[in-house]
């Protein structure tokens, strides 16, 4: 074990693998893993004939997937997915063992995976969970070593081959018998495939998997012919009505409203909100209500901004129709108001994950955040996030972008409840650390805002503006004079899961806890 | 020297690389020459700030080009294209000296490099020419070696790393301060950045040089700004007025509208003249006046094709916009109402030529060709086609897309006067191998049509129809008894170039002509 620039204990080695040690947000570099090269098998079919078998099955021994192997499959479908699913089974079923799972997210109908862990059927995850594996593996109920990336950092694991995946299967909505898919179009239709692009493009074998063969060719072509290999009917990709997220609407809890309102005034006195402004917010229900006032400024001042960011719901197609934002990049549709938009309007920009946040390339989208509206389970007084386990010490969450957007954007914004179940939501430790605080800009909760030292000019103007800045030591105290200081949560010894930060370095892990 | 399987000699080692022989069209693997991998240097540049640079001189000079290094361009703005010119001269400003042309093809107006190729600024082309460097470099007057390749070959030599460029100046007609661009609006709009699209993935430097700086983001992306290291700003890319090419109406010549008939004619009774057929020509005036008539079939019999592809001209919109095709792939614009479609249309796809014709990867666009319309110098009674060099032996043009199409395409026909400048087109052997008589269906002069012994239906189908069918030696005599056999060109022992097949083995050479 080594202890890395957090003070958080890192083992050297994990389910075999060696692992660097988090240090900065910054520093590490490719030739940090001696990663100089993104690479991928080349092949050669001169054969025009259709790549069409007719079974999940069927592709599965025509991919000459083996036991060891890894695979992967992307998260566009959310809960509404059947692939993943599907796909263990049939594995299962021609008796192949010691899969490892690296997808993109991993989520709660999922939760079917887990007879087939215990059955040796898989054995790795090489990505975060959403949900009940996740409380399984650190509850110590399921063995299943975990390695949790974000949005970029997988983007990055699977592009320098650290990550190498040996068949992809990528749900393919509007797919065509040569290969050619979009996600645009037909009855599973997700929008965006951005997560699904890195693996079409470094996979040693790409499956599109599709209920819906169209004629060839398929255009507008998101993922192309000439690297998928073998494409793979099935009757249905999944529960269309759980494929959009329902958080999608705007909170109306007055609390909620309070953050939001705050955070609003954070966005407003940070300066950037003028013309060319750029902007994320998640799905939840607080950050759609930060992203309204943000709409209303820009309508009442004639600011014409940048671009909107990250996962898409309708009301930033509603900013991007009105013209109050040049354009949209889109990793993942987050409701069909965004899908029928990215189908039709080319402002509306399909990104990849790596083109997102994949620290190492050219330059990530997130680079050139102005303001994100992030999220939390806890902070702690030295502005570090925790996403993953809440303060049950329960690995629950996936990374998701967030600390890729931390660190890319210029005011990282974090909106939290002070309390949550009795819980206080500011702390002197997190439970894990996911997000570094030297990435973090502003923590607003209801009770007062939290403005880090890297961003002095915005504390003067919060201050100038009457809004309740404080430090963040005095806001846990008044938390903690409200909820008493937590106990900590009792883990043993056993890590059973990494938290990856987007470099690949290992910024914390995830040990079981004591019953 | 060897002799590849169509009996010409070929040198082991060129310019100090080892070659290997041209065998056939089909069995040559990525393995053969051990590329396996198509690789990418990886980077980190976590910094959201602008790219831009204020003229090409600072951009070679950011760039780290050195002598000995390989820099491309890509030909979109063809005989409009100042890029090149402007680079080399300033190259040479600099004092660098052996450097390497990779570019997509180099065209007339290039000619303005022969002076720095005489001083050393340029020391080899690993690309084809069109006009007079070619021609100089077969008198013997300049020594610069080259290796012509096709558009297929050359995506698959930079994928696969046996032509490593070192940097890739892509002119950007549309570009933002980060690396964005596009090919489909402002004054240099070229339409699609197919061949451009290959370099910006795998070169190991990429600077984007713009003429048209537009504000962040420039959506929708053909180049992303993960791979762009660079922008350079410039005055003007070129003279939009010959970006365009001139040759895009159809032929009025009696000859050429007897050839054409034929051709179509051919193209009916191949029986792929139904729904889902798939269809690429050239811009010459026969070309044209094929489409013409393949457009009138298709309206009358109401067929719905399945796409058009190539270089696409304004006649293909048209027929893309009535409904006639599903979709069309566009690897190059020859026209302005090309460019405008593929803004605005997402049924015309702009494809890489990766995606268009290399043949390492699952399958490229050529694959799927039903019939194809190509061109030829000459021509001999084995079927193989010579595109690259005149009768009189000098080097005057690029493979272009040949072989390639020919390779792929289910039916090939070649069109082409039976005499020009009372020289024999059909003879017993050409005076460069371009394209293998293996892959070639059909040719077709004004004097009668040849059909290749693989397309034995093909052929009485045409008889029935009573077109006048020959076997391509009766053609051979038909003609000669008009000009005469024709004189040998007198070649000197010196190899002064390659023409390699899309599979990287080496078809034929070019020697220097005895005068």
Known sequence: ??????????????????????????????ETFHFQR????????YSGAG???????????????????????????????RLLNDLVKE???????DIKIASSSVHIVHAELIPYIRKGVITALECGVNGPIGEQISRGELECPIVVRSHGGRARSVISGEVPIDVAFLAAPYCDEYGNFNGFYGPSACGSLGYALVDAQYARKVVAVTDNLVPFPALPISVAQNIV???????????????????????????GLQIAKYAATVIDASGYLKNGFSFQTGTGGISLAVAGHVRDMMRARKIKGSFGCGGITGFFVD?????????????????????????????????????????????????????????????DVNFNVNVNTESSGLLLHNTGGHCDVANGAKVSIIVC?????????????????????????VVVTERGIAVNDHLPALKAELIRRRVPVKDIRQLRDEIYAVTG???????????VGLIEYLDGTIIDTVRTIRD
Chains 1, 2 share one sequence.
């Open 1 to 30: 074990m080594a202890k890395n620039s957090l003070g958080r204990e890192i083992p050297e080695t994990f389910n075999g693998k060696s692992y660097i040690p988090y240090t900065d947000p910054h520093s590490i570099k490719p």
């Open 38 to 45: 993104a690479s991928r098998v080349l092949k050669r079919n």
């Open 51 to 81: 790549k069409v078998v007719g079974s999940l099955r069927e592709a599965i021994v025509a991919s000459g997937l083996k036991d060891g192997m890894t695979i992967s499959t992307h998260h566009h479908l959310r809960n509404g997915d």
């Open 91 to 97: 594995i299962d079923a021609l008796g192949l063992r």
């Open 229 to 255: 290999d073998i494409v793979a009917t099935v009757d249905s990709l999944g529960d269309p009505k759980k494929i959009v997220s329902s958080t999608t609407k705007l909170t109306k809890d007055p609390m």
């Open 319 to 379: 900013m991007l129709d009105e013209g109050l934002f040049e354009g949209l990049f889109d990793v993942q549709c987050f409701d069909l108001k965004a899908v029928e938009s990215i189908g039709r309007n080319r402002k509306h920009q399909e990104m990849s994950a790596g083109l997102y946040a994949n620290p190492f390339n050219m330059g990530a989208v997130v680079n050139r955040l102005d303001c994100a509206i992030l999220s939390a389970t806890e902070i």
């Open 417 to 441: 409840p002070s309390i949550r179940g009795r819980l206080p939501m500011v702390r002197d430790e997190v439970t894990t650390i996911t997000t570094p605080g030297e990435t973090v800009g």
């Open 485 to 495: 200081a937590p106990k900590p949560v009792e883990f043993t010894d056993k890590v």
